[in-house]
């Protein structure tokens, strides 16, 4: 994103027209009386490794490189065990879609930038199959946050999901996930218990047969859960933390606790809430002061676990 001061460019750097690494020199050092500054305003660089390999990169071309670039390193890794963490560019804003996916959508440009990932995904599946790895491979497809709502129609939307990005509200924090493994995860599931990415690794670890790091962790191995989800999870809560607040939220069987609301990094408002999610999807509904006993058990769980961590949200 953008272009720092002290970005380092490689030998074979490619420069879009109008582009120089003489004029992007001068803009890093700040002598704007040598170029035009409005060149550069919203411009993005491409990087590999630490340096950069493309300025501005050409924002409608990433899925397909990202995907192409990741089937490369399939290819190299396949005769021995690999791991690919792939984070397309899309959805996040700017927002731009390749010519084969532009305007063909019915969810304008960000429904464009969603059917082009869904493509490539099933294009990168293909590719794990037609090479024999598919039944000897993990895919995790997931999120890291909800909708970025203030960008309107760039942003995305979690209804019936309360809110998004930057809020602790489910619309937030749930986000879609789809697990596959072929002959070894339950197929055709959808599972209704509480998971978290934090999950990921304890879970990945355990199928690897590698010990977890001798540091608490906070994620639980959800193996058996993935290979029957009839099993439960043994977990007692799941946490929110955030900036502003080391422990901001809490949820517990069908119980969600925000003691400091659903925005936790504003100071204007930080009113208590309690819902039940079982009952309220969409978190309307602020049962914290008809239910005092399950706020008291609640708080009393957070400090308990910052006690354990050593936390002082103070």
Same mark, same amino acid.
């Given at each position: 994103? #953008?272009?720092?001061?002290?970005?380092?460019?490689?030998? !074979?750097?490619?420069?879009?027209?109008?582009?120089?690494?003489?004029?992007?020199?001068?803009?890093?050092?700040?002598?704007?009386?040598?170029? $035009?500054?409005?060149?550069?305003?919203?411009?993005?660089?491409?990087?590999?490794?630490?340096?950069?390999? =493309?300025?501005?990169? =050409?924002?409608?071309?990433? !899925?397909?490189?990202?995907?192409?670039?990741?089937?490369?390193?399939?290819? =190299?890794?396949?005769?021995?065990?690999?791991?690919?963490?792939?984070?397309?560019?899309?959805?996040?804003?700017?927002?731009?879609?390749?010519?084969?996916?532009?305007?063909?959508?019915?969810?304008?440009?960000?429904?464009?930038?969603?059917?082009?990932?869904?493509?490539?995904?099933?294009?990168?599946?293909?590719?794990?199959?037609?090479?024999?790895?598919?039944?000897? !491979?993990?895919?995790?497809?997931?999120? $890291?946050?909800?909708?970025?709502?203030?960008?309107?129609?760039?942003?995305?939307?979690?209804?019936?999901?309360?809110?998004?990005?930057?809020?602790?509200?489910? #619309?937030?924090?749930?986000?879609?996930?789809?697990?596959?493994?072929?002959?070894?995860?339950?197929? #055709?599931?959808?599972?209704?218990?509480?998971?978290?990415?934090?999950?990921?690794?304890? !879970?990945?670890?355990?199928?690897?047969?590698?010990?977890?790091?001798?540091v608490p962790v906070d994620g639980v191995n959800i193996a058996?859960?993935?290979?029957?989800?009839?099993?439960?999870?043994?977990?007692?809560?799941?946490?929110?933390?955030?900036?502003?607040?080391?422990?901001? #939220?809490?949820?517990?069987?069908?119980?969600?606790?925000?003691?400091?609301?659903?925005?936790?990094?504003?100071?204007?408002?930080?009113?208590?809430?309690?819902?039940?999610?079982?009952?309220?999807?969409?978190?309307?509904?602020?049962?914290?002061?008809?239910?005092?006993?399950?706020?008291?058990?609640?708080?009393?769980?957070?400090?308990?676990?910052?006690?354990?961590?050593?936390?002082?949200?103070?």
């Open positions: 994103m #953008g272009l720092g001061e002290s970005h380092k460019f490689s030998d !074979t750097a490619f420069f879009q027209p109008g582009y120089t690494l003489e004029k992007v020199k001068a803009y890093q050092e700040g002598r704007f009386d040598e170029i $035009d500054e409005e060149l550069f305003e919203g411009k993005d660089s491409l990087f590999e490794g630490d340096k950069v390999v =493309e300025f501005p990169c =050409e924002l409608s071309t990433l !899925t397909k490189r990202y995907f192409d670039r990741s089937i490369k390193f399939i290819n =190299e890794s396949k005769n021995n065990p690999f791991f690919l963490y792939l984070t397309p560019a899309m959805p996040h804003v700017p927002l731009a879609a390749s010519e084969q996916f532009l305007g063909k959508s019915k969810g304008g440009l960000y429904g464009d930038t969603i059917e082009e990932i869904d493509w490539n995904v099933g294009r990168l599946i293909k590719h794990l199959k037609d090479n024999g790895l598919l039944e000897n !491979t993990m895919v995790i497809f997931t999120s $890291d946050n909800g909708p970025w709502l203030r960008y309107g129609e760039h942003g995305g939307r979690a209804e019936p999901l309360r809110e998004g990005k930057s809020s602790v509200y489910e #619309g937030g924090v749930r986000v879609p996930c789809v697990m596959y493994w072929k002959g070894k995860w339950d197929t #055709g599931k959808i599972s209704n218990t509480p998971l978290s990415t934090i999950d990921l690794l304890p !879970t990945i670890a355990h199928y690897a047969g590698v010990p977890l790091p001798r058996a859960h993935l290979e029957n989800t009839e099993v439960d999870v043994e977990r007692k809560y799941i946490l929110f933390n955030s900036e502003g607040h080391d422990i901001c #939220g809490i949820r517990m069987g069908d119980w969600k606790y925000l003691p400091y609301g659903g925005f936790p990094d504003r100071e204007d408002d930080n009113t208590p809430e309690l819902f039940n999610l079982k009952e309220d999807i969409s978190e309307t509904k602020n049962l914290y002061s008809q239910h005092p006993e399950i706020v008291k058990k609640l708080t009393a769980e957070i400090e308990n676990y910052k006690k354990q961590v050593n936390i002082d949200n103070d």
